[in-house]
Each structure stands twice: as structure tokens, then as C-alpha cells.
Antibody, heavy 118, light 111 residues
Framework: EVQLVESGGDLVQPGGSLRLSCAAS????????MSWVRQAPGKGLEWISV???????YYADSLKGRFTISRDNSRNTLYLQMNSLRAEDTAVYYC????????????WGQGTLVTVSS | DIAMTQSPDSLAVSLGERATINCKSS????????????LAWYQQKPGQPPKLLIY???TRESGVPDRFSGSGSGTDFTLTISSLQAEDVAVYFC????????FGQGTKLEI
């Protein structure tokens, strides 16, 4: 059974940084395309970034330069480093597995809440 | 970027009746080299992550009841629930993955 468990969400001040983790079981992170998707409270879904099995990374244009996706193969864990956080980054952050690498998502974590506020 | 627009924003349907949700993309998500539409549908219940229902516009994910069906091509797509059940109350999202993924704003389905 595939399980994705996010952690690291917290209350952070504007301008601060946070690193989110997504621990996987039942799949090998390094063999899959893995993505981060976020959802602001009561709002829709927004794609953030993808890390391909081969190591290539892609980001939403609006977030490029502030967020960095990475993985630790030994821990089978995906990460999202978030810098220069703004109030509009407040959201539940989900990690998700791309189904066969195409860009739709067949497995999602339960999400971790990031709140940016002073 | 491809913008996705769903209609309606909310929908109330009686139990056992048909529910239809529409999704329109700002440009075609059909890839002629493999004859596939890069369009997916998700169901999200309160407090839960989205669940993949349909991919390639019309292929049901494993375990999804056959009352859920997807149709359409190019820029116009439809999710149909043939006979609404109580457990189908949720928000439904469409998503294109032809380019950097983007989602519709969601349609809230109620009884």
C-alpha cells in the first residue's frame, strides 16, 4: 500500500522559511515523478513543483526562486524548501505521486498546514 | 499557462439522479501523437486530499464506481455521475496535465 506522509507545516512569520517533508512507503521516491500541490483555505488546488525520477525539477512560474524541491533517496523522502514566505503562501501542502509520470496524481498525502502570519 | 474553468460552481442533485459537471480549458489539451487528452478529474471530500477518478479524460481509475464517467476532447470536457449516491457529495476538480499542471476552481456537489 502506498502511503505519503507530510510533515513540517507550522505557523511562520512573513519573510521566514520552512522545510516540508513527505515520507513515502510502498513506493520508491527516486523511481517516480513526485510533486507538491497546495490548497489555500477554502480554495482550489495549485501545482507547485515536480521532481522527475531522473532529477529534473520544474516549478510554477509564480513560485520560482523561492521554493526548492528535493529528495533524500536514503530516507525515501521528498522535500520542499520554502523561503521568503508570504501571507498568500498560507495553505495545506500536499505531496503527490504522478501516475506513470504524466502529471495526474494517483496517490496523495493527507497534507500539512502552513500558516504565514505575524 | 492553460487556464481551466468549471461550470457550475455548485450543483444540487437529487439522489439517484444524474449530475453533470463541465470543464473548459483555455487551449487544447489533446496530444495528437498519442491521441490522448491530458485531462483528469478528482473528487475531494472535506478534510481529505483529492482522489483521482478519471484520467485521459475518460479512463476510470481502478476502484472507481462505474457511475462515474468522463467525456470530451480538445477543450471541452464533462464529468457525469449517472445516479447520484449520498457518498458522492464532494467538490470535484478537473486538471490538465498537457503542460505545467493546472486545476479548475472546483464544483461543489450537494444533494
Amino acid at each position: 500500500e502506498v502511503q505519503l506522509v507530510e510533515s513540517g507545516g507550522d505557523l511562520v512569520q512573513p519573510g521566514g522559511s520552512l522545510r516540508l517533508s513527505c515520507a513515502a512507503s510502498g513506493i520508491t521516491v527516486s523511481s517516480n515523478y513526485m510533486s507538491w500541490v497546495r490548497q489555500a483555505p477554502g480554495k482550489g488546488l495549485e501545482w507547485i513543483s515536480v521532481l522527475h525520477s531522473g532529477g529534473a525539477t520544474y516549478y510554477a512560474d509564480s513560485l520560482k526562486g523561492r521554493f526548492t524541491i528535493s529528495r533524500d533517496n536514503s530516507r525515501n523522502t521528498l522535500y520542499l524548501q520554502m523561503n521568503s514566505l508570504r501571507a498568500e503562501d498560507t495553505a495545506v501542502y500536499y505531496c503527490a505521486r504522478d501516475r506513470e509520470g504524466y502529471g495526474d496524481y494517483d496517490h496523495w498525502g493527507q497534507g500539512t498546514l502552513v500558516t504565514v502570519s505575524s | 499557462d492553460i487556464a481551466m474553468t468549471q461550470s457550475p460552481d455548485s450543483l444540487a442533485v437529487s439522489l439517484g439522479e444524474r449530475a453533470t459537471i463541465n470543464c473548459k480549458s483555455s487551449q487544447s489539451v489533446f496530444y495528437s501523437s498519442n491521441n490522448k487528452n491530458y485531462l483528469a478529474w478528482y473528487q475531494q471530500k472535506p478534510g481529505q486530499p483529492p482522489k483521482l477518478l478519471i484520467y485521459w479524460a475518460s479512463t476510470r481509475e481502478s476502484g472507481v464506481p462505474d457511475r462515474f464517467s468522463g467525456s470530451g476532447s480538445g477543450t471541452d470536457f464533462t464529468l457525469t455521475i449517472s445516479s447520484l449516491q449520498a457518498e458522492d457529495v464532494a467538490v470535484y476538480f478537473c486538471q490538465q496535465y498537457y503542460s505545467n499542471p493546472s486545476f479548475g476552481q472546483g464544483t461543489k456537489l450537494e444533494i
